[in-house]
């Protein structure tokens, strides 16, 4: 029996040098690494071969309606750019971040584009768009009994929206389209049976104005899209290069920018008009390593030198 016991416990302990034996065999070698991975979040672009997304500034819509309130043309313009953010294809920049006082180059009932293009470059804008509500007319088509009364209207209107490109100070776009829409909202009381109130009705002048500009959306796509991208150097500290645009404006991780010092505007002899601006000097290219803030990208030096602020950056 102690030889039988003996042999099983020498026989286990064979089967578990065994073991670890073969567990060695297969375990990695010190020393091997794995692939390195990097994030890129879901807000860069899905295929490296697309283009990062346009820097564009939708200014403040003009209504021509000097009877209705601000809430009118301010729902239409949320509307509007809601629409531009449902294509991915734009980052929408804030009013805020333009330099000077917007209403300042607002001059005989429209904005001086061509002269806030300039600045817009600057920005590395791509584009500033301008809308306008030209007309809005409303019309019961039913009211029900009682206090408070939920109302049928039909309301149309006419809008107009201009875009100019920051890299030319050239209008590229200009529409002007209708349209038209059915729908019901509550009113109080007497005010139910005043047309006027439902020409200024939110929700009503969100609906109409955003079928008016939902035709405009695919030809400001297609025009902005004929503009080349561009970003703009923030800062030069040491070896890094700090970019005014990144995830959010779609750059990736490992993308080959160059870098070129601003351009020169030239102007046609006789008539004196801006022809465009000439590309400046290469200064050579940085790659994209990080992001920063919002929508910032952290860079090195891929080849060259002297880069500075303002500096322009296309993709290599």
Request: net charge neutral; glycine share 8%; hydrophobic share 40%.
């Given at each position: 029996?102690?030889?039988?016991?003996?042999?099983?416990?020498?026989?286990?302990?064979?089967l578990a040098l065994t073991?670890?034996?073969?567990?060695?065999?297969?375990?990695?070698r010190s020393g091997s690494?794995?692939?390195?991975?990097?994030?890129?979040?879901?807000?860069?672009?899905?295929?490296?071969?697309?283009?990062?997304?346009?820097?564009?500034?939708?200014?403040?819509?003009?209504?021509?309606?000097?009877?209705?309130?601000?809430?009118?043309?301010?729902?239409?313009?949320?509307?509007?750019?809601?629409?531009?953010?449902?294509?991915?294809?734009?980052?929408?920049?804030?009013?805020?971040?333009?330099?000077?006082?917007?209403?300042?180059?607002?001059?005989?009932?429209?904005?001086?584009?061509?002269?806030?293009?300039?600045?817009?470059?600057?920005?590395?804008?791509n584009a500033i768009l301008?809308?306008?509500?030209?007309?809005?007319?409303?019309?019961?088509?039913?009211?029900?009994?009682?206090?408070?009364?939920?109302?049928?209207?039909?309301?149309?209107?006419?809008?107009?929206?201009?875009?100019?490109?920051?890299?030319?100070?050239?209008?590229?776009?200009?529409?002007?389209?209708?349209?038209?829409?059915?729908?019901?909202?509550?009113?109080?009381?007497?005010?139910?049976?005043?047309?006027?109130?439902?020409?200024?009705?939110?929700?009503?002048?969100?609906?109409?104005?955003?079928?008016?500009?939902?035709?405009?959306?695919?030809?400001?796509?297609?025009?902005?899209?004929?503009?080349?991208?561009?970003?703009?150097?923030?800062?030069?500290?040491?070896?890094?290069?700090?970019?005014?645009?990144?995830?959010?404006?779609?750059?990736?991780?490992?993308?080959?920018?160059?870098?070129?010092?601003?351009?020169?505007?030239?102007?046609?002899?006789?008539?004196?008009?801006?022809?465009?601006?000439?590309?400046?000097?290469?200064?050579?290219?940085?790659?994209?390593?990080?992001?920063?803030?919002?929508?910032?990208?952290?860079?090195?030096?891929?080849?060259?030198?002297?880069?500075?602020?303002?500096?322009?950056?296309?993709?290599?």
């Amino acid at each position: 029996m102690r030889a039988t016991n003996s042999s099983i416990v020498i026989a286990i302990s064979m089967l578990a040098l065994t073991s670890l034996s073969a567990c060695s065999i297969i375990s990695p070698r010190s020393g091997s690494s794995k692939p390195e991975i990097r994030d890129v979040p879901f807000q860069a672009r899905d295929r490296s071969e697309l283009t990062p997304r346009k820097r564009v500034m939708v200014l403040p819509f003009i209504d021509n309606g000097t009877q209705r309130t601000d809430k009118a043309k301010t729902a239409a313009r949320d509307a509007f750019i809601r629409a531009l953010r449902k294509t991915d294809d734009f980052v929408i920049v804030a009013n805020t971040d333009f330099p000077k006082d917007i209403a300042t180059y607002l001059k005989n009932g429209e904005y001086d584009l061509e002269s806030m293009a300039k600045i817009g470059s600057g920005m590395g804008l791509n584009a500033i768009l301008e809308g306008r509500i030209i007309e809005v007319r409303a019309k019961r088509i039913g009211d029900a009994v009682g206090l408070v009364r939920q109302v049928r209207a039909k309301i149309d209107a006419t809008v107009q929206l201009r875009m100019v490109s920051t890299s030319n100070n050239h209008i590229v776009m200009n529409e002007t389209r209708q349209a038209s829409v059915e729908d019901g909202t509550t009113r109080i009381a007497e005010r139910a049976f005043s047309d006027r109130f439902l020409e200024e009705d939110p929700y009503l002048i969100e609906q109409v104005i955003t079928e008016a500009f939902k035709t405009t959306i695919p030809k400001i796509v297609q025009n902005v899209d004929k503009l080349t991208w561009q970003g703009r150097v923030a800062l030069v500290k040491g070896e890094r290069i700090y970019l005014n645009a990144g995830r959010l404006s779609g750059l990736q991780i490992g993308d080959i920018l160059k870098v070129t010092e601003e351009g020169e505007d030239v102007y046609d002899p006789d008539s004196g008009a801006l022809v465009g601006r000439v590309p400046g000097r290469l200064k050579g290219t940085v790659e994209v390593v990080s992001y920063f803030g919002k929508d910032g990208a952290v860079s090195i030096v891929h080849s060259g030198s002297g880069f500075r602020e303002n500096d322009h950056v296309e993709l290599y």
